[in-house]
T-cell receptor, first 115, second 114 residues
Framework: AQSVTQLGSHVSVSEGALVLLRCNYS??????LFWYVQYPNQGLQLLLK??????LVKGINGFEAEFKKSETSFHLTKPSAHMRDAAEYFC???FGSGNTGKLIFGQGTTLQVKP | NAGVTQTPKFQVLKTGQSMTLQCAQD?????MSWYRQDPGMGLRLIHY???????DQGEVPNGYNVSRSTTEDFPLRLLSAAPSQTSVYFC???FGTGAYNEQFFGPGTRLTVL
């Protein structure tokens, strides 16, 4: 069965420090991978997605993620955290061509940014 | 362009009551879906629709009904609310039904069942 695991439910970094949010997936077919962000009391917003083109994907707000097939990982990074990056981040995976767009979400990681 | 809208924002129900959560999108998207969000569990798919008149079950469909009479609207019905249905509900839509499509999310409905 396909699944997504986000390592660490809470991550705390200082402003200006590197952000690293981890995501691993399990799949028997090539996946499409997504990172979504949820700011307090809002819906989810797409940060970036991997659709089998470049393995290094750049998203909004300075975030990027690298697809590593050998490690079944899609970790999210940002070189320098800002206070406005404090939010909950979700990794999600969708499988197969012709799939009806069903997303499987990880448990979420809350990012805290300290001044 | 309002995107995906949901009403109400908040709702409190008593066990056994019924209600309908409304979802609408003005982007002419084919695909619409409902998720529930619970702490530590991410989002789980309840029901989805690939077009008007077509719906199917997701991961956690029990206790919920949906219909899709128009492209724009996708209401979620709770027939007899239970405390286990206390959650935040999100509606989402995407232009196509392919697995690579970005989904656009509404602001959510926070439901409490007493």
């Amino acid at each position: 069965a396909q699944s997504v695991t986000q390592l660490g439910s809470h991550v705390s970094v200082s402003e200006g420090a590197l952000v690293l949010l981890r995501c691993n997936y399990s799949s028997s077919v090539p996946p499409y991978l997504f990172w979504y962000v949820q700011y307090p009391n809002q819906g989810l917003q797409l940060l970036l997605k991997y659709t089998s083109a470049a393995t290094l994907v750049k998203g909004i707000n300075g975030f990027e993620a690298e697809f590593k097939k050998s490690e079944t990982s899609f970790h999210l990074t940002k070189p320098s955290a800002h206070m406005r990056d404090a939010a909950e981040y979700f990794c999600a995976v969708s499988f197969g061509s012709g799939n009806t767009g069903k997303l499987i979400f990880g448990q979420g990681t809350t990012l805290q940014v300290k001044p | 362009n309002a995107g995906v809208t949901q009403t109400p924002k908040f709702q409190v129900l008593k066990t056994g009551q019924s209600m309908t959560l409304q979802c609408a999108q003005d982007m002419n998207h084919e695909y619409m879906s409902w998720y529930r969000q619970d702490p530590g569990m991410g989002l789980r798919l309840i029901h989805y629709s690939v077009g008007a008149g077509i719906t199917d079950q997701g991961e956690v469909p029990n206790g919920y009904n949906v219909s899709r009479s128009t492209t724009e609207d996708f209401p979620l019905r709770l027939l007899s609310a239970a405390p286990s249905q206390t959650s935040v509900y999100f509606c989402a839509s995407s232009f196509g039904t392919g697995a690579y499509n970005e989904q656009f999310f509404g602001p959510g409905t926070r439901l409490t069942v007493l």
